[in-house]
């Protein structure tokens, strides 16, 4: 499976900006996905996850009620729409995909075999 991300850019706080992950090759085994991002000089974190099915998502409290992950029907497309953005969002965006895992655990980064390069969103003040 591989992985590509887009949609980062500059956006001012109080913007929106909608990434893209586009997954290919055997892409009838994904069974989740997620975001997660990175801000410079941190650690990698959770963002949102949503089963390939569309059935269960999750955020992660920091995003919540400003970021929506959604798919198109029957598309290898993963979207996640970035609401209200505030400076602290700044980071480079990751998306992961997992064929082996559905649980309770989507939040963590070890259940997600396959991962994109990256967008960079900045978000000014």
């Known amino acids: 499976v591989q992985l590509q991300a887009s949609g980062g850019g500059l956006v001012q706080a109080g913007g929106s900006l909608r990434l893209s992950c586009e997954a290919s090759g055997r892409t009838t085994g994904i069974v989740s996905v997620g975001w997660f991002r990175q801000a410079a000089g941190k650690e990698r974190e959770f963002v949102s996850y949503?089963?390939?099915?569309?059935?269960?998502?999750g955020y992660a409290d920091s995003v919540k009620g400003r970021f929506t992950i959604s798919r198109e029907n029957d598309k290898n497309t993963v979207y996640l729409q970035m609401n209200i953005l505030q400076p602290e969002d700044t980071a480079v965006y990751y998306c992961?995909?997992?064929?082996?895992?559905?649980?309770?655990?989507?939040?963590?980064?070890?259940?997600?075999?396959?991962w994109g390069q990256g967008t960079q969103v900045t978000v000014s003040s």
């Open positions: 992961a995909a997992t064929q082996g895992y559905s649980g309770d655990y989507l939040e963590r980064e070890r259940f997600y075999a396959y």
């Open positions: 949503m089963w390939w099915n569309g059935r269960r998502t």
